[in-house]
Structures are given as C-alpha cells and as structure tokens.
C-alpha cells in the first residue's frame, strides 16, 4: 500500500524527527502535539507515528482517522495509549519492541556486578581513604531467575551466560522458549515460585497488565533466598513495594536494583532513597544517546514492510496489553 501522508504525534522540535525527513516529498509529514494541528490533516493520514504518550489526544484524533491503516508507537509499553475504542478497532498497533533490549541488558548485568563485587562498599572505602580488603563473588556458577522471559529477559540471558551463569526463564506461554539454547529450564507462571527460589539473581521482565499488577508479592519475596537480588527493569507496577521495602529492611534479600517504580517520579521521602542495599535509576537504562534514532529506524524498516504488503513486526496485542 503506498503512503502518502503520515502523520507524527511529537513535539516538532525533537530532533529524532530528522530521519523522517528522506520521506519527502513522496510522503507528507504533519507533526505536533495539538488538535489544532492534527486534526486538520487526520482524515488523509494512513499512518500515524505516536512519539508521546498522549492518549487524550489519540482518543480525540481517532473516530476522524479515516483513512488510518496502522499506528506504530516508538516506545515498547504501550498500556499508556490503549483505550477501549482502539483496542476494538481493526486498525493494527507496532511498537518498539526489541530497540531497548540490550541497554536493559547492560543495565541488569551492571546490577548483578555492582552487588557480586559490592561496588558500594569500594565506593565508601575510597572515599574514606580506608584499606579493608574483603571477599567479592563471582557470578560463574550462579543462577539467573528471568520472570517474563520476553524479548529483554532474553536479551538479559545472552549477557548473563558468558560469565558462566545458570539461566532459568518462566513465562505464560513456556512452548515459545522450547529448544532456547540461552535457558537451562523454563517454568510456566504457575510454578514462579519454584523458579525464585533457585535464583541468585531475579530479574522481572514483565509488561503492565492487569495479570502482572503486583505480581511480585509478599509470597514471592519470601520464596528468595536470603541472599539473593531482586532486579527490575519491566513496571514498577509488577512489584508490591510496600513489601519489598520490609524484605530490604529486614535484611531478607542481599538487594535490589530498580529502573521502574509505582510512582515516578520516586516520591521524595520513599525508603528506596535511603536503603543502602537498593541501587536506584530514575527509570532511564535504556536512554541511550542514540535511543529515539533506534526506534525511528525500526518504525521506518515496518514503514517499508507496511508499503509492499509484508506482515509488520511488533505487532501489538491490544487485548493482552504487549
């Protein structure tokens, strides 16, 4: 199908937008933020490009799309866009599933190794000018508990096995992980706690859905060994946190590592700010310099596919939330 008017929900300003430009003239661009400009072009536009999370404005946008035939959003999550009206509509849902995978990766081995060679500690000795040597830990020979064995839990595991580290994955659907060569066993949701308990290191992978909302509860954390570390980079919405903070204070886990948070930004008198075994980002390990280019270029590799009638990839289920 050709295309000949996409329209971009982003800030005109962004400099990622830069790549769209070759689309031109063959292709014209209608970008912004506001109904004054988005909706006069609407109704031409067969493909819409969602920069910002502005589900209002999508809403508002939609029953005028006429002509719309698909909607790519340039984030991975997309339980921020979705409403009832678009999740009942034919019209398919890309996301960018895949571009932040291995900065997330990075970001979850750096986790492991700053708890395994207590980096902390260094950092305080250091600053102390204090020689106190002491005994750090390999990762070789530990096991990696993935919950959520998706496109970034296996990003994770391809960074995790070359340092020697036993894998194991659970997931709703345990067939599609059959015959990975990253996984020594996969556990169905079902039996999660059975895979916590032979975790080192847990990871949490998972999207927002209603079946993932605290997920990881107080049953869960009692399942971890008392040494072990909790990791997140999926929605801090996953989490109980209420209960993760009296596991960290107690001294039940040996840490964890947190990029996302139930409310963000973090409320400035919560207790991850003053644990000393929680290692804290401001939800921005896969805001890489070149993040947003990343995303582009994969929306125009679907653009290219969408316009010879190839099946798209990413392709959302609405119902399902990823």
């Given at each position: 199908m050709?295309i000949?008017?996409?329209?971009?929900?982003?800030?005109?300003s962004?400099?990622?937008l830069?790549?769209?430009?070759?689309?031109a003239?063959?292709i014209?661009?209608?970008?912004g933020?506001?109904?004054?400009?988005l909706?006069p072009?609407?109704?031409?536009a067969?493909v819409?490009?969602?920069?910002?999370q502005?589900?209002?404005?999508l809403?508002t946008?939609l029953p005028r799309a006429?002509?719309l035939?698909?909607?790519h959003?340039l984030s991975a999550?997309?339980?921020?866009?979705?409403f009832?009206e678009?999740?009942h509509?034919?019209l398919?849902?890309?996301n960018?599933?895949?571009?932040?995978?291995?900065s997330?990766?990075?970001?979850a081995?750096?986790a492991?190794?700053?708890?395994?060679?207590?980096?902390?500690?260094?950092?305080?000795?250091?600053?102390e000018?204090?020689w106190?040597q002491?005994?750090?830990?390999e990762l070789r020979?530990?096991?990696?508990?993935i919950?959520?064995?998706?496109d970034?839990?296996?990003?994770v595991?391809?960074?995790?096995?070359?340092f020697?580290?036993?894998?194991l994955?659970?997931?709703?659907r345990?067939?599609?992980?059959?015959?990975?060569?990253l996984v020594?066993?996969v556990?169905?949701l079902?039996?999660?706690?059975?895979?916590i308990?032979a975790?080192?290191?847990?990871?949490l992978a998972?999207?927002?859905t209603?079946?993932?909302?605290r997920?990881?509860?107080?049953?869960?954390?009692?399942?971890?060994k008392?040494?072990s570390v909790?990791?997140?980079?999926?929605?801090?919405?996953?989490?109980d946190e209420?209960a993760?903070?009296k596991?960290?204070e107690?001294?039940r886990?040996r840490?964890a590592?947190l990029?996302?948070?139930?409310?963000e930004p973090?409320?400035p008198?919560?207790a991850f700010?003053?644990l000393?075994?929680?290692l804290l980002?401001?939800h921005?390990a896969d805001?890489?310099?070149?993040?947003?280019?990343?995303a582009v270029?994969l929306?125009l590799?679907?653009?290219?596919?969408f316009?010879?009638?190839?099946p798209?990839?990413?392709v959302?289920?609405?119902?399902?939330g990823?």
């Amino acid at each position: 199908m050709n295309i000949d008017h996409l329209l971009v929900l982003a800030d005109p300003s962004s400099s990622y937008l830069k790549h769209l430009e070759r689309l031109a003239p063959r292709i014209t661009l209608t970008v912004g933020l506001s109904e004054e400009r988005l909706v006069p072009a609407i109704e031409q536009a067969q493909v819409l490009l969602v920069g910002a999370q502005k589900k209002e404005l999508l809403r508002t946008l939609l029953p005028r799309a006429r002509a719309l035939r698909w909607i790519h959003a340039l984030s991975a999550g997309v339980e921020n866009l979705l409403f009832e009206e678009l999740i009942h509509s034919p019209l398919p849902l890309t996301n960018s599933k895949g571009v932040y995978s291995g900065s997330l990766g990075e970001f979850a081995l750096a986790a492991m190794l700053f708890f395994a060679k207590d980096l902390r500690r260094l950092v305080r000795q250091q600053g102390e000018a204090r020689w106190e040597q002491y005994t750090p830990v390999e990762l070789r020979g530990r096991t990696l508990g993935i919950l959520g064995y998706g496109d970034i839990g296996r990003a994770v595991a391809e960074r995790a096995r070359p340092f020697g580290m036993r894998v194991l994955a659970c997931r709703r659907r345990p067939s599609r992980s059959e015959g990975d060569s990253l996984v020594d066993e996969v556990f169905p949701l079902e039996r999660r706690l059975e895979m916590i308990a032979a975790s080192d290191y847990l990871l949490l992978a998972m999207p927002h859905t209603p079946g993932t909302q605290r997920l990881m509860g107080e049953a869960e954390l009692r399942a971890m060994k008392p040494q072990s570390v909790l990791i997140n980079i999926g929605r801090g919405s996953t989490v109980d946190e209420q209960a993760l903070v009296k596991a960290l204070e107690e001294g039940r886990l040996r840490g964890a590592a947190l990029d996302v948070f139930e409310t963000e930004p973090l409320p400035p008198g919560h207790a991850f700010w003053r644990l000393e075994n929680v290692l804290l980002s401001p939800h921005c390990a896969d805001q890489t310099p070149t993040w947003r280019d990343d995303a582009v270029a994969l929306f125009l590799r679907n653009l290219d596919r969408f316009e010879k009638g190839e099946p798209l990839l990413n392709v959302v289920d609405k119902e399902a939330g990823y």
